[in-house]
Nanobody, 116 residues
Framework: QVQLVESGGGLVQPGGSLRLSCAAS????????MGWYRQAPGKQRELVAT???????VYRDSVKGRFTISRDISKNTVTLQMNSLKPEDTAVYYC??????????WGQGTQVTVSS
């Protein structure tokens, strides 16, 4: 199983930006699924953005145009740039990786709080 370590969460005012990073302990291939989920208090974990096995990108509708996911295969990292943050973006954000080579992996989570 690959280990995932997230960084970059914090407190930001509405309209602000944050950048989340996730580093994987093993080699990530372009055919691997790697992305971000989030879970707000009292709610289910939901997909935010992810690279699919075909290499395409999927965003949840509420973050389209505001969030951008990117990855660096050579460094085994995936990044989520979050702009124009809203209070409803407040949640714990989790990095996720799926591969045919190892079980699905989750990071420990990083808190993002959007509040004035």
């Amino acid at each position: 199983q690959v280990q995932l370590v997230e960084s970059g969460g914090g407190l930001v005012q509405p309209g602000g930006s944050l950048r989340l990073s996730c580093a994987a302990s093993g080699n990530i291939f372009t055919s691997d699924v790697m992305g971000w989920y989030r879970q707000a208090p009292g709610k289910q974990r939901e997909l935010v953005a992810t690279f699919t096995r075909s290499g395409s990108i999927v965003y949840r509708d509420s973050v389209k145009g505001r969030f951008t996911i990117s990855r660096d295969i050579s460094k085994n990292t995936v990044t989520l740039q979050m702009n124009s943050l809203k209070p409803e973006d407040t949640a714990v954000y989790y990095c996720n990786a799926q591969s045919t080579r190892w079980p699905t992996s989750w990071g420990q989570g990083t808190q993002v709080t959007v509040s004035s």
